[in-house]
């Protein structure tokens, strides 16, 4: 993902350069942050064109990120009746008894529909190194985003889609959201990746019939054949 700022742009990334490049940080790339770009391009043998693209946005430790390839959906393989299970249990379970040093998750999504930030994400410069989560695992982490459903199982044990009509509301919008800052991104469930049934549904069906996604939104490999079988 390549950030490039440069005069006319405001907001939050501005303030972010003004302050590396020490002058008033006022969120709007106007001539004195123009000019404090050129100095430092040419005090540091860069292109000097007023231009903070990647080159000088890493010269000044202002790093990007990794553009959000996935989104992620999961649940916690927890009863639909365990009605004590919420986004805390699932933080205090990975990082309190797993003694994970961060969660699996960026969101959680309880039955009511409540949604809660499990671990701080901020899409604008891309998924920096701390901002990532454990949920899909391996390599792709360092560009997923990861959301939970509590539930996933029903009262003995078995998977099934538990998801509330407040969960599928909650789900339906965040992952909208989600998308336009991170237009690129696909939607997986986490059994298109690993052999095991979360999220005990398509999340390739639902992407399509449901939000009525783009084909170049939904992953659809499925090489365990969860979401056929989902399918049905």
């Given at each position: 993902m390549n950030i490039i700022l440069k005069i006319g742009d405001k907001g939050d990334q501005v303030r972010w350069l003004q302050r590396k490049l020490r002058i008033m940080d006022d969120g709007w790339f106007g001539v004195i942050t123009e000019k404090a770009v050129k100095d430092y391009q040419r005090e540091n043998d860069l292109l000097v064109d007023g231009i903070a693209?990647?080159?000088?946005?890493?010269?000044?430790?202002l790093q990007t990120g990794n553009a959000a390839q996935w989104i992620c959906v999961h649940v916690s393989a927890t009863p639909e009746n365990a009605t004590s299970i919420d986004a805390r249990w699932v933080k205090n379970y990975h990082m309190g008894i797993m003694k994970w040093n961060k969660p699996g998750y960026h969101f959680v999504?309880?039955?009511?529909?409540?949604l809660v930030e499990l671990w701080k994400l901020d899409l604008s410069d891309g998924i920096q190194k701390q901002e990532t989560t454990y949920g899909i695992?391996?390599?792709r982490d360092a560009a997923a985003v990861n959301i939970?459903?509590?539930?996933?199982?029903?009262?003995?044990g078995q998977p099934k889609d538990t998801r509330t009509p407040e969960q599928r509301k909650t789900l339906d919008a965040l992952t909208k959201a989600l998308l336009k800052e991170a237009p690129a991104a696909k939607l997986v469930g986490h059994n298109q990746f690993w052999n095991k049934?979360?999220?005990c549904f398509s999340v390739p069906k639902w992407a399509?019939?449901?939000?009525?996604?783009?084909?170049e939104n939904i992953e659809t490999q499925d090489p365990f054949g969860y979401a056929r079988t989902f399918n049905a």
């Open positions: 693209g990647p080159k000088t946005l890493a010269t000044l430790g999504i309880e039955q009511d529909g409540t695992g391996g390599w939970c459903l509590i539930g996933g199982l029903n009262s003995h049934a979360c999220p399509k019939e449901t939000l009525r996604l783009k084909d």
